[in-house]
């Protein structure tokens, strides 16, 4: 048997396809590689914009717990101011409600509000349940008159606390967004 003579062009493409599929396979396998790059670089980016969300959704989610926390001592205080006004007395039941409902104030405000309950807001509470007292205690007309300014003085001056208690809590009764 004679070998066969291929022509030139065959005999070149012969020699030459191991190199052509070798080229081939690289350039399929660079362009998978690239294409799962590109498709887990996506998925990196959803996955930080969702972690991006939940981070906003926790600091949102703080923001309200630390305001319905501020919201109900800022309650109890005005509940106090109105009662102590309204009735023109602060029984032990109101005090206790009053303190209960005030307790961890300095965990969730400033100094501001803190010296505003101790200083000024308990103090004025006190007062009205001594007025209340000597009131009924008093045994001339004298000491009567004497304790009933007294006593209306003090619930003018709660009543002044009805609007300052809005704005000395103002500040931190925001959800700013």
Do not use: C
């Not at 399929?28 to 914009?49: L, N, P, T, Y």
């Not at 906003?56 to 109890?76: P, S, V």
């Not at 001339?140 to 300052?164: C, F, G, P, W």
């Amino acid at each position: 048997m004679t070998p066969t003579v291929l022509p030139m062009w065959l005999e070149v493409m012969k020699a030459v396809a191991p190199l052509l599929a070798a080229l081939l396979a690289a350039g399929v396998g660079a362009w998978v590689a690239h294409k799962f790059g590109s498709i887990q670089a996506s998925i990196a980016r959803q996955q930080a914009e969702t972690a991006a969300a939940s981070a906003k959704t926790a600091r949102n989610k703080l923001k309200l717990d630390l305001f319905d926390r501020r919201m109900a001592i800022y309650k109890a205080t005005a509940d106090a101011i109105s009662i102590a006004a309204q009735q023109g007395d602060f029984t032990t039941a109101n005090a206790n409600a009053f303190e209960s409902g005030v307790q961890g104030a300095r965990w969730l405000f400033g100094n501001d509000v803190v010296s505003y309950l101790e200083n000024e807001l308990r103090p004025l509470l006190g007062q009205i349940r001594y007025a209340t007292s000597d009131l009924d205690e008093s045994s001339s007309e004298q000491d009567r008159n004497k304790a009933a300014v007294k006593k209306v003085n003090i619930i003018a001056e709660l009543m002044h606390q009805t609007s300052k208690v809005d704005y000395v809590f103002a500040e931190y009764l925001r959800l700013d967004t």
